[in-house]
């Protein structure tokens, strides 16, 4: 017990860290050092803005804060985001793309953005709109594009707590691996795929120079509504809800029409089924538009299955042979009993 509350110790501290000291103890690793530099300060005295730049492994990021030291630490959390995006591993907290930070609602709001009291003009909203491109289907057209293969996601991580889960995706290609964390598991997907897209991008540039993304997301939209429409052409077999208990037996015919029942009936009138009962079962059932599955459970006994049924259809045999040939006497004894049934609802009929 003293050990995992050790462990649980040490995880915190490690989440602790500020991501100045990350940057630095990363940079000294590699023998450099992380240059900070305060480039403005604009706003009154009283709500100053400070603008901070940073600069190591040859890539230079800048930020604003109110104060110096958040100004310093937000610099850094860019910058941490920034080498992850390029390659470079980062710890689990900071490994992430930098997203457009919002303004502080101490900053004061622009003169043109204020509503006008006498006109009750709307105060303008025009924001940092997000990158709303799927990476993962740029990644997966590059990738077909240029037959790199098809990109492996793997989900590698899932803590916190209920309210709070943090899911970590992996992405890997070839020897080519990226790792992002997010709320969710589509997020964490997308920011792995944008980080291993991004890597290609820039480092295969002279390669994929004819690589257009505007027409990479064309391509994969159509290819998504073309799944999306044959989804929907398939037609969804749906039990009928007025069907009575007590015509169970008649399951497999309540949703044919007369038609397809009578061709079904000649079918099997015409065919002799004792010699081939397989091919003789399969056969009737293409007139009616059913489909015939058959599977060896156990030793020598067979299950053949009709569908679509409400409820379902399923006779069994010593072989394979002799479960397709109940399957047919079954057919036959339910073609009889349905002509019968509408004789006798007819007959019915009549007498009202």
Known sequence: MRRGVNGKWGCIKKMMKTAVSVLQEMMVKSGQVPEYECVSQSGPNHRAMFKYRCSCNKLSVTASARSKKEAKQEVARRMLAELFIHGTPV?????????PRSPSPDVPEPPETKALPSTGVAPSTSTVQP???????????????????????????????????????????GKHERVASASTKKTAKQLAAEQLYKYLRTNLTRLTQDFVEEDALLRAHEKAMERYVEEKSETIFRPPLNQKIADYHLGLFMHIDKDKLNLGKEALEATTYIEDPVNTLVSVCATMDLDVKSQQVQGDLWIVNVTPSAPPISTAGVDRNEAHASALRYLRRVLERTHLYDAEKDSSLLEL
């Open 91 to 99: 710890p689990a907290p900071y490994a992430r793309p930098p997203s």
């Open 131 to 173: 990158d709303i491109r799927s990476y993962v289907a740029l990644l997966k057209e590059l990738c077909e594009q240029y037959v790199m293969g098809a990109p492996q996601y793997e989900l590698i991580g899932d803590a916190g707590l209920p309210h709070q889960r943090q899911f970590t995706m992996s992405v890997r290609l």
